[in-house]
C-alpha cells in the first residue's frame, strides 16, 4: 500500500475513476489523489485525459484502452495488476463502463481475482435524472439510440409500455431524426425532457409534450448542439389501456386468421380480455 497526506493507493488493484463530463470542478479530491499516484492510467483517449491530467499538474503515465483494443489488451493489463501495478482506468467523461469502455477488463479483473475498486462521481444519466422533474424511482437506462430509424422505432415499441422513466443517449446530428422517431411510435402528449451541454456554460434542461419540445428544438439550431440526454416519461397505462404487444400480435394474426380467432389467440398469449382485443380489431384493423 502506498500512502499519501489524502489517499492510500493498493497496489494489484484496478481503481474505476469517473472524471468531469463538463466543468473540471467536478472532479472529486479522491479521485485526483489515485490518479496521481497509481502507477498507470488506462484511458479511453489519451490525448483527451492528457490535458485533464495537465489541467492538475498530474504526470501519470497513460496507455489507451478503447472500444476497439479493450478484449486484446484486457490480459495485459490483468498481468501488470497481478504482478502488483495499480491502475486507473478513466473515459474521456463521466463514469467508465456507462455506454463507455471498460466492461471486459473489470469483468476479466473480477473472473482472476483482481481487486477493482470503484470511486463515485460524474455521470450524465444521474445528473439528468436528478433535474428532471419527472419520476426517479424506478427508471432504465438504454444508452446510445440505434443509428438507423427501423432500429430506433423497434426500440422504442418495445419499450412503449415501460412505466419507468427511460434514459437515452444521442449526438446532436441525430437528435430531431430520434425524436420524429420518437414520435411516430409514442404520440406527442408523451412527456419527454433533453438535457444538454450538462455542467457546462450553455447548459439546457427543457421538458415538454414530444410534440412541443420538437417545435422548441426546430425554433433554433443552437439547441441541437452538444451531447444529449433524453429522459422520457414512463407509460402511464389507462384502466382500458391494451399492451401494444397484444395489439401487435392481432394485427400480425389477422393477417393469416378472422379477426375473432386472431383475438383469443393473442388474448391466450398476452394474458388480456379476448372481447377487448376483438373491439380494438373492429375499430382499428381493416
Known amino acids: 500500500m502506498r500512502e499519501t497526506n489524502s489517499c492510500m493507493v493498493d497496489v494489484a488493484t484496478l481503481y474505476i475513476v469517473p472524471t468531469p463530463i463538463g466543468n473540471l470542478a467536478d472532479i472529486t479530491h479522491r479521485a485526483l489523489d489515485v490518479l496521481a499516484n497509481v502507477d498507470l492510467i488506462a484511458a479511453e483517449d489519451t490525448r483527451h485525459t492528457s490535458r485533464l491530467l495537465s489541467h492538475f499538474s498530474i504526470s501519470t503515465r497513460t496507455f489507451a484502452l478503447h472500444d476497439h483494443n479493450e478484449q486484446q489488451k484486457a490480459d495485459y493489463l490483468i498481468e501488470k495488476l497481478q504482478a502488483g501495478t495499480s491502475i486507473a482506468l478513466v473515459s474521456d467523461a463521466g463514469t467508465p463502463l456507462i455506454s463507455d469502455p471498460g466492461y471486459h477488463l473489470v469483468n476479466r479483473c473480477r473472473q482472476a481475482g483482481v481487486k477493482v475498486v470503484p470511486l463515485p462521481g460524474p455521470c450524465a444519466v444521474i445528473t439528468a435524472l436528478s433535474a428532471a422533474g419527472l419520476p426517479s424511482d424506478r ?86 448542439r452538444g451531447e444529449m440526454v433524453v429522459l422520457v416519461a414512463g407509460h402511464r397505462k389507462a384502466k382500458d389501456d391494451l399492451p401494444s404487444e397484444a395489439l401487435r400480435t392481432v394485427g400480425l394474426l389477422v393477417k393469416e386468421l378472422p379477426l375473432k380467432k386472431a383475438a383469443a389467440l393473442a388474448a391466450e398469449i398476452h394474458g388480456v380480455k379476448k372481447n377487448a382485443l376483438y373491439k380494438w380489431g373492429l375499430e382499428n384493423l381493416d
Open 139 to 224: 427508471f432504465s437506462f438504454e444508452g446510445f439510440l440505434p443509428p438507423k430509424s427501423k432500429g430506433r422505432r423497434d426500440t422504442f415499441q418495445s419499450l412503449a409500455d415501460d412505466g419507468r422513466t427511460l434514459i437515452f443517449y444521442e449526438s446532436p446530428h441525430r437528435i430531431t431524426d430520434s425524436l420524429a422517431d420518437m414520435l411516430a411510435v409514442l404520440g406527442p402528449e408523451r412527456q419527454v425532457v433533453l438535457a444538454r451541454e450538462l455542467t457546462k456554460t450553455y447548459e439546457t434542461i427543457h421538458g415538454a409534450p414530444l410534440g412541443e419540445l420538437i417545435d422548441w428544438l426546430s425554433e433554433d439550431s443552437n439547441r441541437v
